[in-house]
């Protein structure tokens, strides 16, 4: 069966019913949408405060390939195994977008026998997280152009405007255009664009916000553009945006609970991706599955090298988390083709490809333990096209590093298959003291910061940008300098060719530009040619996707 049919066969629980079964909490405290998922009131949330925190445990992948590595499902299905195994553990996930839902990657719930359900709904509108978002980020794009046509009491220069707007969705048309066309009555004209809502501003504020007030305040701080002196910020608090901002985003706060095909209690909230953004679910959530599970999983976008390194010097920095342990997913599949097998011969034996890309695993694994300072688990995602050979060939390698690796069969037998890989992180969480670090210190100058990152994990021999690049950052310095930095890079390889696999080394990452989220409080360092706003592959997703007369979903994978 396909991952949507099973998920449409799933028995699911009325979430009110498992909240309280499973963690104590009274239907009072949930803002129910339909029977299968729910919102968390953020007043029960505060009420957890005295608490003591279970443990974290994060999981990531190697560079991502087309043959796809299976980091949510293993997400999934190691949640699922923890708690078969008698340990209280809640997962944390981020909320799929609708760009790659349509796009390439297709659905984001987990897939087989370890997924997180409703699957339809948590792939399509959920319960309206990004829709407010967009709403919110849009409004404040009408207000910008709405001062502007009245005057412009605040001398904002419409040619330095950074605030673009926003849409959930792949479309490359709308990267750079023209509004207020038309004549006076339709405002002024000037060049804008769009982004998609996973690369806004205010969803990499609301995955960080701690409360109300803190999301109001984050919103007041974002830089809007600048005045006709071209040096003097203008704020949303300028225009007085951030209380309707935050009035709109009052329910999107809130964490989502769902449940995993074996009924245990996840939350999915907020979204950011990690080649563009910070990839990192909300602070909130992770927060609240701090209090109420012993071990809370949760997940980082794409490879080692961007989510984990966001999660780790941006999330855990500003939030002060600890986390216990990281899994770090891979497959034969992935790694033959990061040792030069084409996409359609990934499904044969090849244990010298294999071998030769096995560099991609040994890097995200010597960043993991070296620079993060975490312990390790290897966790092979199993396939049914592995064979004993290459699996034998991968134990090996293992073990010659040290690391200890486990044979996941999550996919086809839910938490079942799983828990030979719960025992193992159990056994590293419980019995081992992490030496949790961060990657650069916050007192490093901002050009630092990246070649630290650059140069450390992703093996580059150093960076490089335009002189107007450099000035900017020179320039953000004095205001800005103790900010963290979120490179916003192709995930597909440690250096900004997407075509160059395995660990390539001496590369030089070029900056091609620089932007300032000073509301989420981080610099974003555009690396190459990175698009902000993704464009849809010539077949997209959205051509298989269907709705039959009964409502049921096809297609969504």
């Known amino acids: 069966m396909s991952d949507i049919e099973i998920a449409q066969k799933a028995h699911m629980k009325p979430i009110i019913g498992l909240a309280k079964e499973h963690y104590g909490i009274d239907a009072i405290h949930l803002d129910p949408y339909g029977h299968y998922k729910a919102k968390l009131s953020l007043e029960y949330v505060n009420s957890l405060a005295g608490k003591k925190d279970g443990k974290l445990i994060l999981v990531t992948a190697i560079s991502p390939t087309p043959a796809g590595e299976g980091k949510t499902t293993t997400t999934v299905g190691l949640g699922d195994a923890m708690n078969r195994i008698g340990k209280k553990t809640i997962l944390c996930l981020r909320e799929p977008s609708l760009g790659p839902c349509f796009g390439v990657k297709g659905g984001a719930a987990g897939g087989g026998y370890s997924q997180v359900v409703p699957m339809e709904d948590i792939n399509l509108h959920f319960t309206g997280d990004f829709h407010a978002i967009g709403v919110a980020h849009n409004l404040l794009s009408a207000l910008i152009d709405n001062h502007i046509n009245h005057g412009n009491a605040l001398d904002i220069d419409p040619r330095r405007i950074q ?20 004549g006076p009555a339709n405002g002024y004209l000037r060049e804008d664009g769009y982004d998609i809502v996973v690369a806004s501003e205010v969803m990499a504020i609301l995955c960080l916000a701690t409360s109300r007030a803190d999301l109001k305040e984050r919103l007041g701080r974002i830089v809007i553009g600048y005045k006709s002196d071209k040096v003097t910020p203008v704020y949303a608090s300028d225009l007085k945006a951030q209380g309707s901002m935050a009035a709109l985003l009052k329910d999107a706060i809130k964490p989502n609970l769902v449940q995993t095909l074996e009924n245990n209690i996840a939350f999915i909230h907020g979204g950011p991706f990690a ?87 040994e890097r995200h694994l010597n960043n993991i333990t070296t620079y993060y300072g975490l312990p390790c688990v290897i966790c092979i995602n199993h396939f049914t096209f592995d064979t004993e050979a290459e699996i034998a060939l991968l ?41 949790f670090k961060y990657v650069y210190d916050e007192n490093l100058g901002l050009w630092d910061k990246i070649a630290a990152i650059a140069t450390t994990l992703y093996g ?21 300098g103790k900010f963290p930095i979120c490179i916003a890079k192709t995930q597909m ?47 997209p997703a959205a051509e298989r996707i269907d709705i039959d007369d009964d409502g049921k979903v096809t297609g969504l994978f």
């Open 163 to 182: 605030w673009k707007r926003v849409v959930d969705m792949n479309d490359r048309a709308l990267r750079n255009i023209i509004v207020g066309m038309g």
């Open 275 to 361: 080649n563009i953004a910070h990839g990192c679910n909300t602070v909130t959530a992770t927060r609240t599955a701090l209090k109420l599970a012993d071990y809370v999983i949760t997940e980082a976008g794409f490879g080692a090298d961007l989510g984990a390194e966001k999660f780790i010097d941006i999330k855990c920095r500003m939030a002060g988390l600890k986390p216990s342990a990281v899994v770090l997913v891979a497959t034969a599949r992935a790694l033959k083709f990061h040792g030069g097998v084409a996409k359609e011969d990934l499904s044969r034996e090849n244990l010298a490809a294999l071998e030769k890309g096995f560099e991609n695993l």
């Open 395 to 435: 134990k090996q390698k293992c073990a010659a590093l040290g690391a200890k690796c486990v044979v996941s069969r999550h996919w086809a037998e839910g938490g079942a298959g799983a828990e030979e890989l719960a025992r193992e992180v159990v056994n590293i969480v419980d019995n081992r003291e992490p030496g």
């Open 460 to 480: 580059a021999g150093g960076i490089t940008a335009s002189a107007k690049v450099k000035a900017q950052l020179a320039a953000w310095e004095a205001d800005y």
């Open 493 to 539: 390889s440690f250096s900004t060719n997407p075509n160059l696999k395995g660990a390539p080394s001496g590369h030089t990452v070029e900056i091609s530009e620089v932007r300032l989220a000073n509301g989420a409080g981080f610099i974003v360092a555009i690396a190459g040619d990175m698009m902000t706003m993704p464009g849809l592959p010539k077949v």
